[in-house]
């Protein structure tokens, strides 16, 4: 019965034409980046350097290429929640990104700017590597900002 079940499912699902979301090519006027930030050790800039290598896009210094200026985002935190004892019990990590791309032959750099928000519950009884925590949780968000960037980049004309 079970495999019955799982059949159906997998005929309807292949019957509407879903398939899964892969990544998109960036255009071809994008196949050459220049990635500039105003820290060398930036670590969102690393993050978005080895997206990018991983999709085969040439980084580039030379000024005739297309410029993608980022900086590391702005991490803010919000107090969702809170025990009995008045200790805050839950915060909400709200990572803001602001990047620009510049197209050779335009006047000005586009600007975007978006937000990625993470629940994290803050236990006063596990307070060891309370700050290693954040910072996988930081990484995560960087990733996923990297990948929200090529996301954009891939629909530009």
Do not use: H
């Amino acid at each position: 019965m079970r495999l019955f079940i799982i059949g159906v499912l997998i005929s309807a699902i292949s019957g509407c034409g879903f398939t899964l979301r892969g990544s998109q090519p960036l255009p071809v006027s994008l196949q050459t980046l220049s990635v500039v930030s105003a820290d060398n050790q930036d670590p969102l800039k690393k993050v978005l350097i080895r997206n990018l290598q991983q999709r085969q896009i040439v980084t580039s210094t030379e000024s005739s290429v297309p410029k993608l200026m980022v900086n590391d985002g702005v991490l803010n935190r919000r107090l969702l929640s809170l025990f009995t004892t008045g200790q805050v019990a839950e915060y909400e990590l709200i990572y803001s990104v602001t990047w620009q791309l510049w197209k050779p032959g335009d006047e000005a750099p586009q600007t975007f700017q978006f937000e990625i928000l993470r629940e994290y519950q803050d236990d006063p009884d596990q307070v060891l590597a309370k700050s290693r925590e954040t910072n996988l949780i930081l990484q995560e968000m960087r990733q996923q900002a990297a990948e929200r960037i090529l996301r954009t980049l891939a629909s530009q004309n």
